[in-house]
């Protein structure tokens, strides 16, 4: 059976050590008061409540699955998966960031985000029950009337009802432009919507008593596209004056998916038979109220990929300590056993560094990400706030394609390193890598996010946002340029930082001769830039640590750091001189394939 253990001490090290969050949040007045000692002691039961709650439910979870009662439409969750909701609810987690006008506890995103990544290592089933929560709260937030939060965000922040968004249709996935649900004005600020969507996460189900559906549908009116999509909040149960449940909204459940992974969540398949609603911002405008709750769940999703490979690296480690296979190359090293324990071979610890480091660095960029939405939402300076918002908006498409696709390598690897066991259910290995497949697909797939990345964030303003991430890279080489021991971190983000200029250039070039040149680069591109990214991030990780060794501390911690990133630049970053060449490969080798794909 599969353990967990909530890896606290490094939470605490890219919080605290190298993010310095309780600075950052001194100027911020809505989070000033915000110590390193309250995230500490947050972060701790938030901890015990995944792992201990979670946790436990997660392989059996996964092995009852949800079921739906075709008689009442209904949807029954796995044993355990109801009262685990009861006791996050009663311990206030649903309410943690959320703003005290509406039952919040006003806490940053950042303490959030940390809270997400445990729960996602526990249970990423059960978690998305409350996480689509969160992301209907903040679209409503940013775009409900007076009226519509007063009615449904005190209930989404104490948690007693839950949310969902409701977009892909049978024959409209990704190409929102295509959808055809329908909305007709009733004449009393209500609308009666008609449509069929399908895989709506959360869609059904018995762990709360309201469902609010965040709906996208079209008014007669409507021009054609993806300029023509309204938002829609149509509750299961419509909400009485007094704010109690009233009858039954004719949007229902017709089934539910039969999936590779996530089985403890209710992936729906819903028929909406004029179910009355509210419009959400202004008519043909829901794409862009619709985005809060994307862009939340896209960064949602590669919270995910982090938990899960967390968590497989925790108990491939266990494993590779204890399992005794076969003798080091290098002579005997267990001397009182038959065999040597296979963490002693270099394949086994480079599956097992590749899943730590992907972890790490995926950490430090979650932490990074969440830190700059609380700027762009609370910082009192302007600039900042909009510096904030666009570095967040670069970084979106990477945490969500780069941090998923790492995720996928990383449960891989470590259900590799269990050799036949990991194919075996009990070991919980192979519910991991099952799990994590559907995070490189939903919420826009990872070649969207790859083409969003290189199309509209980087070529869409000539590469103005990247050079701002390129300035940070550029200080830091500065910083640290004459530093001996800091020169195998700092050269190849310095080099790979000078390299993406020319490349970008060169793609976007390409791009305005023929478009399809940039279909072809874009997987590989966003992969350059994730490691960037990470190159960065690990080159300041490996900063704070060296100055805490040089200034005394002998915790291993530094050491183990300094170790992961090593081989990270060593092993994982090199990556991005075989993906700059095949994606200058360019796009005939593609599209001239008619006799190949015939």
């Known amino acids: 059976m599969p353990t967990y253990n909530p890896p606290l001490r490094d939470m605490q090290f890219v919080l605290h050590e190298v993010f310095n969050v309780e600075a950052e949040f001194k100027a911020m007045p809505a989070h000033a008061d915000t110590d390193a000692d309250t995230i500490n002691a947050v972060l701790e039961e938030a901890g ?34 109801k009262e685990a909701y009861a006791t996050y609810v009663e311990g206030g987690w649903p309410a943690l960031s959320c703003d005290p006008e509406f039952g919040g506890q006003g806490l940053p995103h950042t303490v959030n985000q940390c809270l997400y990544e445990m729960l996602n290592s526990a249970n990423q089933a059960w978690t998305m029950y409350p996480g689509l929560s969160h992301g209907a709260y903040e679209a409503l937030l940013a775009h409900g009337t007076d009226e519509q939060k007063k009615t449904y965000l005190p209930k989404l922040v104490s948690g007693e009802w839950t949310g969902t968004m409701c ?112 419009l959400v911002g202004q008519p043909h405008k829901g794409l862009a109220a619709m985005f809060v709750m994307m862009n939340a769940a896209r960064l949602g999703v590669g919270n995910q990929s982090l938990g899960l490979t967390e968590v497989a690296f925790q108990n491939a480690l266990a494993y590779a300590k204890d399992r005794i296979q076969m003798r080091s190359l290098s002579g005997t090293k267990a001397k009182d056993k038959d065999a040597d324990p296979i963490i002693v071979h270099p394949d086994v610890r480079k599956m097992l560094l590749t899943a730590k480091a992907y972890a790490e660095g995926a950490r430090a960029l979650q932490v990074y990400c969440t830190l700059l939405l609380d700027k762009a939402h609370s910082h009192p300076d302007e600039k900042v706030r909009a510096d904030s918002e666009e570095l967040v908006a670069l970084l979106t498409p990477i945490v969500k394609a780069f ?196």
């Open 48 to 81: 015990k409540f995944a792992a201990e709650v979670a946790f436990p439910l997660n392989i059996s979870g996964d092995a009852e699955g949800c079921t739906h009662n075709k008689q009442d439409n209904s949807v029954t969750t796995p044993k355990g998966f």
């Open 167 to 278: 977009l892909t249709e049978p024959h409209c996935g990704t190409d929102l432009g295509l959808l055809r649900t329908k909305a007709e004005p009733q004449g009393d600020g209500t609308y009666k919507i008609t449509g069929n969507k399908i895989f709506i996460s959360a869609g059904e189900h018995d762990v709360a008593e309201n469902i609010i559906h965040l709906v996208l549908a079209r008014l007669p009116d409507a021009p054609k596209g993806s300029k023509g999509i309204s938002l829609f909040v149509v509750p299961k149960f419509n909400i009485k004056a007094d704010g109690s449940l009233g009858e039954r909204n004719p949007i229902f459940c017709t089934g539910i998916e039969h999936k590779m992974g996530i089985h403890g969540n209710s992936t729906a398949q819903i028929a909406i038979d004029g179910a009355v609603g509210t």
């Open 403 to 598: 941090v998923t696709d790492n995720g996928h390598i990383a449960t891989n690897a470590c259900m590799q390193v269990f050799g036949g066991h990991g194919f075996i259910k009990e070991w919980g290995m192979e519910q991991f890598v099952r799990d994590n497949r559907i995070n490189m697909i939903y919420e826009g797939t990872n070649t969207v996010q790859s083409l969003d990345l290189l199309g509209r964030k980087v070529l869409g303003n000539q590469g103005a946002t990247l050079k701002k991430f390129g300035k940070l890279v550029g200080q830091l080489v500065q910083e640290e340029g004459v530093n001996e021991k800091m020169a195998e971190f700092i050269n190849p983000i310095a080099i790979l930082g000078e390299q993406m200029t020319k490349f970008t250039t060169e793609i976007g070039f390409k791009g305005m001769q023929n478009p399809d040149e940039v279909g072809a680069a874009a997987v590989d591109y966003l992969r350059v830039a994730g490691h960037l990214v990470f190159g960065y991030l690990f080159a300041r990780m490996a900063q704070v640590s060296l100055r805490a060794i040089a200034n005394g501390s002998t915790d291993p911690f530094y050491t183990a750091k300094l170790q992961t990133a090593r081989f990270y630049f060593a092993k994982l970053f090199p990556e991005t001189v075989l993906l700059m060449r095949t994606a200058r490969a360019g796009s005939k080798v593609l599209m001239d394939t008619d006799a190949a794909l015939a």
